[in-house]
């Protein structure tokens, strides 16, 4: 799978929209890009994935450039409870290794009052 | 639905002992993903699962750790002996095969001293 890089932290003020980037500069063509995120102590949970084109779901949106070397999730409001590690990640669309999730550090978001 | 269920939540022990952490998947879902947390290695997947089937141990630490699923809701995890090393977080993850999102547990917090 392609080596993801994202900062290690951010902050974002309540109610205000929370950009978290990722770079992907060596994602392949048959690979999607997935965020999943971990509250404190919890397993992590998904949030979002694309493979070229923007996509919006209840949770967040996601934007993806156009050569995909790069990607941004976008949480609109940010509210105290997205206070968590957001985790970017490439992975093959088939096979078996299309079910395989690779962890890296991902970015640890605090949403502050 | 009950989501994952893992067992136990925490989980204190003596180095060498033995010890054995357990999963029921989500019913319906064919693929079972056993991680193991830790803040110097982050979120590492250990064992994977289709259909009952381990489709790739290759981040199984070593001999000590073994797993099993005898049928489509339940596995187990075992490591025997125990060392302090072990200490970690374990996470059990189902998804249906291909799948787009893996619904992980709550974890067993694992101690050995």
């Known amino acids: 799978d392609a080596k993801t890089t994202q900062p290690p932290s951010m902050d974002c003020a309540e109610g205000r929209a929370a950009n978290l980037p990722c770079n992907h500069s060596?994602?392949?063509?048959?690979?999607?890009v997935y965020w999943y995120r971990q509250i404190h102590s919890q397993g992590p949970q998904y949030i979002i994935h694309?493979?070229?084109n923007n996509e919006t779901n209840e949770m967040a949106s996601l934007i993806i450039t156009e050569d995909r070397k790069s990607s941004t999730l976008i949480l609109p409001h940010a509210t105290l409870r997205d206070t968590a590690v957001y985790y970017c990640?490439?992975?093959?669309?088939?096979?078996?290794?299309?079910?395989?999730?690779?962890f890296g550090g991902g970015t640890r978001l605090m949403v502050k009052p | 639905d009950a989501g994952v269920i893992q067992s136990p939540r925490h989980e204190v022990t003596e180095m060498g002992q033995e010890v054995t952490l357990r999963c029921k998947p989500i019913?319906?879902?064919?693929?079972l993903f056993w991680y193991r947390q830790t803040m110097m290695r982050g979120l590492e997947l250990l064992i994977y699962?289709?259909?009952?089937?381990?489709?790739?141990d290759s981040g199984m630490p070593e001999d000590r750790f073994s797993a099993k699923m005898p049928n489509a809701s339940f596995s187990t995890l075992k490591i025997q002996p125990s060392e302090p090393r072990d200490s970690a977080v374990y996470f059990c993850?189902?998804?249906?095969?291909?799948?787009?999102?893996?619904?992980f547990g709550p974890g067993t917090r694992l101690t050995v001293l």
């Open positions: 060596t994602i392949s063509g048959n690979e999607y």
């Open positions: 990640i490439v992975r093959v669309a088939f096979g078996n290794a299309g079910n395989m999730l690779t």
């Open positions: 993850a189902s998804s249906l095969s291909r799948s787009n999102e893996q619904f």
């Open positions: 694309g493979l070229k």
């Open positions: 699962f289709n259909n009952n089937v381990p489709i790739d």
């Open positions: 019913s319906g879902h064919n693929s």
